[in-house]
């Protein structure tokens, strides 16, 4: 079953034009590599009310999965997670024991997966958001658990040349 997804990139000076978006090129490769399509996407700026207007509208459009990026940080303009949440989210998890992608959100309404990607997914060809997007699709329900479990395997070593998934990042040892 093909999956579809909804993506919304958050952060005023991608909206006001001040930056150039590189976000939407990274998480569409990533969703069509597991043969998913990316269906929407939109940009918003830093307004945790017109996030959870988007979240809400994505939730109701159909998708199977809604990814954000932006706005993960703690810095005061970073108000997605707050708009996430303000969408009518059933459960929200933020932090993940794994580096880079530390500071990655994992929200449900229902079944619906909503992931936020903190902003490492621009810098680093790996993330914890590679670990978590097939298991997503897969239909998995992941909890606060499966994101502490990540802390075993969960230093990415910044190869020379990124070999992942032929390597240790996000595998706990047996």
């Not at 459009?61 to 059933?90: E, F, H, K, Q, Y």
């Not at 992942?164 to 047996?174: E, H, I, Q, V």
């Amino acid at each position: 079953m093909r999956r579809h997804a909804g993506l919304i990139i958050t952060g005023s000076e991608v909206y006001e034009g001040l930056i150039e978006d590189k976000f939407e090129a990274i998480v569409r490769r990533k969703l069509e590599g597991y043969g998913a399509s990316l269906v929407e996407t939109v940009v918003l700026p830093d307004d945790a009310d017109l996030i959870a207007l988007h979240v809400r509208r994505l939730m109701a459009s159909g998708t199977d999965i809604i990814v954000t990026t932006g706005g993960m940080s703690v810095d005061p303009d970073d108000v997605t997670r707050l708009g996430i949440r303000n969408a009518g989210v059933d459960r929200i998890y933020y932090g993940a024991a794994a580096l880079p992608g530390a500071m990655c959100l994992l929200a449900y309404r229902e079944n619906l997966p909503i992931i936020g990607i903190p902003a490492c997914g621009l810098y680093h060809p790996t993330t914890v958001f590679d670990i978590l997007l097939p298991r997503l699709l897969a239909g998995e329900a992941l909890d606060q658990m499966d994101l502490a479990r990540l802390s075993v395997g969960g230093l990415c070593r910044n190869c020379d040349a990124c070999r992942y998934p032929a390597c240790g990042f996000g595998k706990a040892l047996s």
